[in-house]
């Protein structure tokens, strides 16, 4: 029992009911998985209660997805600090100070905008061990719905681009930002019509999308030290993929699989 945490568990047939689903949903997750690659799960627990995440937490689940930035401000304060927290919701200028100042968010999966960069590299604080991990949302389905910014095909005119605009606004200008990767949600339609044949066009979209911008970085910043990708092995990272389609995710070559309904069951409607 971790003694940083005051939360207790949830009754005993809930906490074995997410260790089952927990169980699964990793054996799928390494089923679908290329050879050699260890994708990263993230448990979307956005309107699911702290005690649910505290018992995935004590089954080693350390990667959570929150989408509510007071939702996830409340639940930061009282779950244990080891936890990595994923802000996955829309992202707002205004609520940067908000999200800089938990001490550990892991990453924000949903960066879109030059603006909200900018206000994020300025409310981080100095003393923050590393840089903030962020990955630029894609609309990779060009739904009118949907977040991010427009995908790239290799006839795209890169000057015009706002993603390559903001791509070279993070590694320039923020350095409190790291560069991690893409992230996408793609159309649910395409992600159903996609589940017999296993290749879902979004995903392709998003990473052609990131072959174009690691050639981009690559070529334009040859010089400077590489401040961008994946900390290890320097790739930018691709998260796509959630319950209802993370393994077609995985097999195009996902590192980040964000995972809710499939986890914790159904969610309530959200209030407020
Ligand atoms: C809610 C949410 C998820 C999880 O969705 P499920 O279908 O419950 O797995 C994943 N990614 C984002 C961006 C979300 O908002």
Redesign the pocket.
């Known amino acids: 029992m971790s003694e940083s945490s005051n939360v207790e568990l949830p009754a005993a047939d809930r906490v074995t009911e997410l260790r089952q689903s927990l169980a699964e949903i990793r054996a799928s997750v390494k089923k679908a998985s290329p050879l050699n690659s260890s994708p990263t799960l993230?448990a979307?627990s956005?309107l699911k209660p702290a005690s649910d995440i505290q018992a995935c937490f004590l089954d080693n689940q350390l990667d959570f997805?929150e989408?509510y930035v007071q939702e996830l401000e409340e639940k930061a304060r009282i779950l244990p600090p080891d936890i990595r927290w994923h802000f996955?919701?829309t992202l707002q200028s205004n609520k940067a100070k908000n999200l800089a100042a938990i001490p550990n968010l892991y990453s924000i999966?949903?960066l879109g905008s030059i603006k909200a960069a900018t206000a994020l590299n300025k409310a981080l604080p100095n003393n923050r061990g590393s840089p903030l991990r962020v990955l630029v949302q894609v609309n990779t389905s060009g739904e009118d719905a949907k977040s991010g910014l427009p995908s790239l095909t290799p006839s795209s005119t890169l000057a015009e681009s706002e993603l390559i605009a903001l791509i070279k606004h993070v590694v320039t200008s923020c350095p409190k930002l790291r560069l991690e990767g893409l992230?996408t949600?793609g159309s649910l339609e395409q992600s159903i019509a996609a589940s017999d044949s296993q290749e879902n066009p979004d995903f392709e979209r998003l990473k052609e999308t990131c072959n174009i911008v690691s050639k981009y970085l690559q070529t334009t910043f040859s010089d400077s030290t590489q401040n961008w990708g994946d900390e290890t092995t320097g790739r930018l990272l691709l998260s796509m993929g959630?319950?209802?389609d993370?393994e077609a995710a995985l097999a195009s070559g996902s590192d980040i699989v964000?995972?809710?309904?499939?986890?914790?069951g159904q969610?309530p409607a959200k209030t407020g």
């Open positions: 993230v979307v956005k997805g989408n996955i919701g999966q949903t992230m949600i959630m319950s209802s993370f964000r995972v809710g309904t499939g986890i914790f969610r």
